[in-house]
């Protein structure tokens, strides 16, 4: 029976590590923790030109901001936007409307971390600016914007959508429940990429009645926070899961799911 790995990102964010994985021999599992919505709002979308700054903390953010303000002429010269990661600043650099003139700044890939600490390393080396905003969801880390504003830097918070609990499918709960029956099957990997997917795969193997089950197996987060914060979810069940922390790329979290 080949390994079986269950991938919980968002829908469109497993897609090519499933394939990666399956041609190296696994059974990737496509069960996204969460859904994103993106919220309704009445006001005027606040643009980036009136600010010094724009920080995006994640992928989404950067899409449905774009696609909100608009930016027919392009990404303000004098807005820095910046990034907690790699793959965000990727997201943003491929966007038509952000074009070729705008800088970011982002924590490198070879950086220890790519979270508010590691962004907020960079930007506290530099001259500080007096406007900035902040887009993410409607829940979140204040940590970054209060050093900000402890900074004397003026913040604003643009909440652009939710994230709630996914719903399984009946089949996929069923498969899960087939290798929790087998003793022969060896237990999934699962890949957990935030607080609020933990949090929202732990309700879902509960309500199918698998949590032990879950809580004694292998993991891979991508930051130590969430490591924490799954330890004492499992060892509350009286569980020791085998967790293992790697940088958000694909290309690590693939050595981490297939290394011995």
Known sequence: MRPTVVLTRPVGRNEELASRLSAA???ALTLPALVIEPLHHAGPVPAPGDFDLVVFVS?????LYLAQVGLADGWPVGT????????SARALREAAQFGTQGCIVHPPVEAPTH???????LLSDRALPRRALLV????????LAERLAEAGVDVHIHALYRRRPAVWPYESAEQLRRLAADP?????????TSIASIDAVAQSVRGADLFEWWAGGSFVVTHPRQGE?????????????????????????????TAD
């Open 25 to 27: 021999g696994w059974q």
């Open 59 to 63: 992928g989404n953010a950067v899409r």
């Open 80 to 87: 820095l936007a910046a990034t907690v990661g790699p793959s």
């Open 115 to 121: 979270d508010s600490e590691a962004l907020w390393q």
């Open 136 to 143: 993410r969801g409607e829940t979140g880390r204040d940590w």
């Open 184 to 192: 022969h099957a060896r237990r999934p990997v699962w890949l957990l």
């Open 229 to 257: 914060h799954l330890l004492a979810i499992a060892q509350g069940a009286g569980q020791t899961p085998m967790v293992k922390t790697c940088m958000p790329a694909d290309e690590s979290i693939f050595q981490a799911i």
